[in-house]
């Protein structure tokens, strides 16, 4: 099978296919970046909240 690379529609459909980003890496990129939220979240209030805790007490 020979594949004619001057057709135009044949082009414009590999572009469509490279630039555009699946369902599955836009659910990774939200849970990864949602864990380093978290995680930022998380060490700040160990730094910060739970020290005046205990001075309070």
Same mark, same amino acid.
């Given at each position: 099978m020979i594949i004619n690379i001057s057709n135009s529609?044949? @082009?414009r459909l590999c572009a469509v296919c490279i630039s555009e980003t699946s369902g599955g @890496?836009?659910?990774?990129?939200?849970i990864v970046l949602s864990l380093t939220l978290l995680g930022l979240l998380n060490s700040s209030w160990k730094k910060y909240f739970k020290k005046?805790?205990?001075?309070?007490?």
């Open positions: 529609e044949f @082009q @890496q836009n659910a990774l990129l939200i005046e805790q205990k001075s309070s007490s």
